[in-house]
């Protein structure tokens, strides 16, 4: 299995901040995707993270509010902007191999005052 | 948009007792995952389901691909404490590697 790393792992923030979540992999992976697990539900994709193009969106989630950065085989970041309390939540980075498996970091839990 | 069905919600059970959730899915997955969630913790894999009908184990966890490529259970013998957690079962269906996911099941465990 894949070794992500995620930092930071906890933050406390004012709203109207932006915060800035790193995930660095262990090996070269193609496919790396950003998920967002709201209180007491389950996980949701907000991108892909494409590495030299920009991030694929799902529905509902726009690059203003969620930059992505992808800049090598083994890192990317997730930019939760101008931040409002329902921002509260989970935010996990995932790692794919191939079409057979996916693997999790521990996740950063934001916490928006 | 495709969707996991997973039941039950939350089970409440005695240690040592055997444990069975399942998803159902409208939509056909090449893949089928299930992960164990800790509190603070992001999900671990805990097995994955590729060949329809087919049944893996993973110690005391046994899961089956549905012939239909459309459902899976997951099935736990001889419960312990440290069972506890949020099992999601997830499909893996694009040709991108993204998940969808079931809403969870909750096991609490009692000693």
């Known amino acids: 299995s894949a070794v992500i790393s995620q930092k930071p792992s906890r933050d406390i923030c004012q709203r109207g901040t932006s915060l800035t979540i790193q995930c660095q992999v262990d090996s070269q992976v193609t496919m790396m995707f950003w998920y967002r697990q709201q209180p007491g539900q389950s996980l949701t994709l907000i991108a892909t993270?494409?590495?030299?193009?920009?991030?694929?969106?799902e529905s509902g989630f726009v690059i203003d509010k969620f930059p992505i950065s992808r800049p090598n085989l083994t890192f990317s970041t997730l930019t939760v902007s101008n931040m409002s309390p329902e921002d509260s939540s989970i935010y996990l980075c995932?790692?794919?191999?191939?079409?057979?498996?996916?693997?999790f970091g521990q996740g950063t839990r934001l916490t928006v005052v | 948009g495709q969707q996991l069905n997973q039941s039950p919600q939350s089970m409440f059970i005695q240690e040592g007792e055997d444990v069975s959730m399942n998803c159902t899915s409208s939509s056909i997955f090449n893949t089928w995952l299930w992960y164990k969630q800790d509190p603070g913790e992001g999900p671990v894999l805990l097995i994955a389901l590729y060949k329809a009908g087919e049944l893996t184990s993973n110690g005391r966890l046994t899961a089956q691909f549905g012939i239909t490529r459309k459902d899976s259970f997951l099935n736990i013998s001889a419960s312990i404490p440290s069972d506890v957690g949020i099992y999601f079962c997830?499909?893996?269906?694009?040709?991108?590697?993204?998940?969808?996911f079931g809403k969870g099941t909750k096991l609490s465990v009692k000693p």
């Open positions: 993270a494409n590495q030299g193009s920009e991030a694929t969106y």
């Open positions: 997830a499909g893996l269906g694009g040709s991108q590697g993204n998940l969808i």
């Open positions: 995932s790692v794919a191999r191939g079409v057979t498996e996916a693997f």
